[in-house]
């Protein structure tokens, strides 16, 4: 867990105005044709908004719940040449990242805001405390650890990784030891267990599919478990499908996963879908020797392939 | 019909292929029921559920009049994954079939009309069926227009029928058009896009019905072409298509506003779709 | 929705006393009903031995109970294709078993009237969908009055409460009457013939569903009225939805636009909905044999239209979010009469970016 995991809304409340400003001036100068970040939705929720014009750009929030992860509502403007403005944190510059790196964005196309972070609450959480103490909550920012986001226990990458102006001043990046807490105990199992243990968890998933659309690291132009011919994903909710589902989603970000954890945030069901990607990560950092497995690179591991790798006939 | 459960058809077996377009891509199967019993009276404008067990359903006009029984005859263009199965199927083949679905056209209230039938490629299918069945009934009407026109010589269907048995009709007029001639030169008829070749046959709109199906394309300017005849609404009549699951109004998918194509449809008149949201 | 029916029959059932009851009734049913499964409130069917294990106190479950009447996966066919001595082509079909009669324990009022709306559009209409009604004929509703609405609650909005009967065979109501203590036992009121059948059968009477002690007639129709007076909060506020006239306009309108904006094409309302029903269509199997089943679909995914050959006629967010809110305020409105919402709340919840049902016909009004 972070040391300076903190929530300061008066500082916040200077970062929205600081963005509203700079929003509305790049939005009325028409550097950009539309911003990306977030509005108060339903019942002070923050929820993705495109700012259209300087006047939409006032109705942007920067907000101890600004939790939801932007970069993949880019996707929804691929067409079009207009350039477009987006306000990342740490993680969100890790998803902007992600979606940067598989090339399914033009950076040319983007001014990107970056504010450092120090900790965004989880908004379900502080939205059903009564509404004198979620009042207290929002104003003073004191608030338990456990109201954090899961990802902010773990965030190594406070500062924006990708931007082109900031607001705010970096804060102190700490070295934080990648732990998998969970993962410890799934290895432990035995295999018939471990079996019998997912094949539960996935049992209650239902299929809306909330968990790979919010996803940075799903962002294939037509996903294969889509497709009907070949059909890979049968429709049934079974659960020889819906491990098929979870397995093949889990393998197709291994190697990409920026640790955000919006997957498991928004699932309904309460289906632990970080706890496969956690092991997958790890995983990852022992064969392969990467590090920090969640920050984007330029190429990662399972996309690289090297003469010299030990399945390659003749290698060694 | 077969079963309670409106989803599971009956078994019913291919008993011939014929190729309708040069290239092979639109064939006319002719299938009937395994058990007599299973057998339906459709209406002109209905459709049929067609399966490939294994792959899925797919819903096809009846292209045959009711008139003239079992088997019936579905027109299908290899498309996706359940036409294209269809396609590579051979007669003697099982396949499930369950019907007839849809609305039908109003042909009782056309009694005493001159009728214009407007249709371009393989859409001539659902009008094929109603154009037999008006000429099953022959003395119900006055003149008949049959205005068809296709990409190519070869993409024209049911040859027999409108270069042979249709111009033989009493008081039946067939005019017929390509939107590109073939290079070897044997099509002597005339050239141009079927809206446009509306315009020349200049079919009068007093008395008259006018009934269209064709590609989007072909519909969107024929609907144009048709009031500048002077055919009103409540004249023209089309057909609508849509992705449908179940037929039968249930699944939620087909439906334009708060009409279900497969239940409400697939005949609408002119006046009934400028009611509808643009959302097909 | 006049709410006065003459009960059929009354019990009383003491809290203690349930397990047992729904132990009973497991014998000769699928039992269905609400249960907590790692934190989650979940309707689903209950396992042997876990009739203790349901829980009433939460308001309703993040999934509806729709699953009993309309599966996730229905099998409705299974095919085998083959060939006979001579080398034809053969087809058999057979249908699968609809399985044993089910209760739908524990669910709210404004669940039991979901499964009469989705009722008029399976059993209605020209076709009357015979799996449907198989099933459907099986299935008995033991709805339990809220003592408690939630946060997200808005039955009112529909003129409904949280002591309704309708859809329901038999209704649970709190022998205190509403609030967070739910008191020791319920009232047990049966409004149909099959939840008079169920009430008096000799399973629940062994398992002790007693009858109404004589001086009890008063108070239980003090705390059914009690129940039934009840308001959300949320309903409070919204007031009455009616917006299905002014929605005929709207269908052009730029309102869908805005507002689609934050959707991100998941299918989370549409499967948490009560009332909710589109589904498809497809087909499993290998080596000539398997299965025709339906499976939950949604308008809200991307290529719920997509047709043979690449056309889509939704291919925009706004159009899908339009076609969902369009086809519960309007297109049903149309065809039967009254909405397709019961204000239970779940897409309130559930809704990772809040685009709901109470947020779209609150906007509608102003548009």
Not at chain 2, 53 to 71: A, C, D, K, L, Q
Not at chain 3, 32 to 49: E, I, Q, T, Y
Not at chain 3, 219 to 230: G, P, Q, V, Y
């Amino acid at each position: 867990m972070p040391k300076n995991l903190a929530v300061d809304p008066k500082k916040m409340k200077e970062t929205e105005t600081a963005l509203r400003a700079e929003a509305g001036k790049l939005l009325g100068e028409g550097a950009v044709t539309a911003f990306l970040g977030h509005e108060e939705g339903w019942d002070g929720l923050p929820v993705p908004f495109f700012a259209a014009t300087a006047d939409e750009a006032k109705r942007l929030v920067w907000n101890p719940l600004v939790a939801f992860n932007l970069a993949k509502h880019l996707l929804d403007r691929l067409d079009g040449e207009g350039k477009l403005g987006i306000v990342v944190n740490g993680c969100g510059s890790l998803a902007l990242n992600r979606i940067l790196k598989d090339r399914r964005f033009p950076r040319e196309r983007l001014h990107v805001v970056g504010v450092p972070c120090t900790g965004v609450l989880d908004p379900d959480k502080v939205l059903a405390l009564p509404d004198a103490e979620r009042k207290e909550v929002l104003q003073s920012g004191k608030v338990g650890a456990e109201f954090f986001l899961k990802r902010c226990g773990w965030c190594d990458a406070p500062n924006p990784v990708v931007y082109d102006s900031l607001i705010g001043d970096k804060v102190p990046e700490e070295a934080v030891p990648p732990l998998y807490p969970r993962v410890a105990e799934l290895e432990a199992m035995k295999a018939e267990e471990r079996l019998a243990y997912f094949q539960g968890l996935y049992e209650k998933c239902i299929r809306c599919f909330a968990c790979r659309n919010v996803c940075p690291a799903c962002n294939c132009r037509e996903c294969s478990l889509d497709q009907w011919d070949p059909l890979w994903l049968g429709r049934a909710a079974v659960p020889s499908e819906q491990l098929m589902y979870h397995f093949i989603r889990a393998f197709d970000v291994a190697g990409r996963c920026i640790r955000c954890g919006e997957c498991e945030r928004v699932c309904s069901v309460g289906v632990p879908l970080m706890e496969l990607n956690d092991k997958l990560m790890k995983d990852i950092t022992e064969l392969f020797g990467v590090q920090r497995p969640h920050v984007p690179a330029d190429i990662e591991p399972l996309g690289q392939f090297d003469m010299g790798d030990p399945d390659v006939e003749g290698s060694h | 019909m077969m079963s309670d459960n409106l989803l599971v058809p009956g078994v019913a077996t291919i008993l011939d292929i014929r190729d309708e377009t040069s290239n092979g891509d639109t064939k006319t199967f002719w299938v009937q029921f395994d058990k007599p019993e299973d057998a339906f009276v459709h209406r002109p404008g209905q459709c049929a559920m067609i399966s490939v067990f294994g792959v899925g359903e797919s819903m096809i006009s009846i292209t045959s009049t009711p008139t003239r029984g079992w088997p019936i005859e579905l027109c299908i263009k290899r498309a996706g994954r359940v036409t294209g199965a269809l396609h590579d199927s051979q007669i003697g083949d099982k396949v499930g079939l369950r019907g007839p679905y849809g609305n039908i056209f109003p042909v009782e209230d056309w009694k005493g009309k001159n009728l214009v039938f407007i249709a371009g490629g393989f859409a001539l299918a659902p009008v094929r069926c109603l154009i037999d069945y008006c000429l099953a009934h022959r003395d119900w009407f006055k003149h008949i227009d049959i205005i068809y026109g296709a990409r190519s010589p070869g993409d024209l269907c049911f040859k027999p029928d409108i270069l042979e048995r249709w111009p033989q009709e009493k008081d039946t007029t067939v005019s017929l058009t390509v939107d590109r001639a073939d290079e070897a030169g044997t099509w002597k008829g005339p050239v141009g896009f079927v809206p446009s070749f509306v315009e020349q046959v200049k079919p009068s709109p007093k008395d008259t019905i006018a009934v269209t199906c064709g590609p989007p394309i072909m519909i969107k300017f024929v609907l144009q072409v048709l009031p500048k005849l002077g055919f009103t609404d409540e004249q023209t009549f089309t057909t609508l298509e849509l992705k449908m699951q179940c037929g039968v109004g249930k699944c939620g998918r087909c439906n334009i506003g708060d009409k279900y194509v497969c239940v409400d449809g697939p005949v609408f008149n002119l006046t009934q779709i400028k009611k509808l949201p643009a959302e097909f | 929705m006049a709410e006065s029916p003459v009960p059929k029959a009354t019990r009383l059932v003491t809290k203690a006393g349930l397990g047992a009851w729904l132990a009973a009734l497991a014998a000769d049913n699928t039992v269905m009903g609400p249960v907590m499964v790692d934190g989650k409130p979940l309707f689903r069917a209950l396992a042997a031995g876990q009739e203790g294990d349901v829980d009433l106190e939460s308001v309703h479950t993040v999934n509806s109970p729709k699953v009993g009447v309309l599966p996730q996966t229905e099998p409705m066919v299974r095919y085998r294709l083959d060939k006979d001595s001579g080398g034809a082509p053969t087809l058999s079909t057979e249908a699968p078993d609809s399985g044993p009669p089910v209760v739908l324990f524990g669910l709210r009022p404004c669940d039991a009237v979901a499964i009469e709306l989705l009722d008029k559009v399976f059993l209605t209409g020209d076709f009357v969908d015979g799996a449907y009604k198989e099933r459907r004929d099986k299935v008995t509703v033991v709805a339990v009055a809220c003592p408690v609405p939630a946060k997200s609650c808005f039955c009112d909005s529909f003129g409904l409460t949280p002591g309704a009967s309708r859809g329901a065979d038999v209704v649970l109501y709190g022998r205190s009457g509403p609030g967070k203590v739910e008191g020791d036992a319920y009232y047990a009121v049966a409004y149909t013939d099959r939840g008079e059948a169920l009430l008096g059968s000799a399973g629940s009477k062994a398992a002790g569903v007693a009858d109404l002690p004589g001086t009890e007639g008063q108070k239980m129709e003090n705390a059914i009225s009690s129940f039934r007076a009840l308001k959300t909060p949320l309903g409070d506020k919204l007031g009455r939805i009616d917006v299905a006239g002014k929605l005929d306009g709207l269908f052009e309108n730029p309102y869908w636009e805005k507002i689609s904006a934050r959707c991100v094409s998941c299918g989370t309302c549409t499967f948490v909905c009560p009332t909710c029903y589109c589904f498809g269509v497809a087909d499993t199997g290998a080596a000539g044999q398997g299965v025709r089943f339906r499976y939950w679909d949604s308008c809200k995914f991307p290529q719920f239209l997509t047709m043979a050959g690449g056309h889509n006629p939704r291919p925009a967010k706004k159009m899908r979010s339009r076609q969902r809110f369009m086809h519960k305020l309007n297109y049903y409105h149309h065809r039967y009469g009254e909405y397709l919402c019961v204000g239970c709340g779940r897409c309130v919840e559930s809704c990772p970016v809040g685009l709901h049902l109470p947020l779209v016909a609150g906007d509608v009004r102003g548009l």
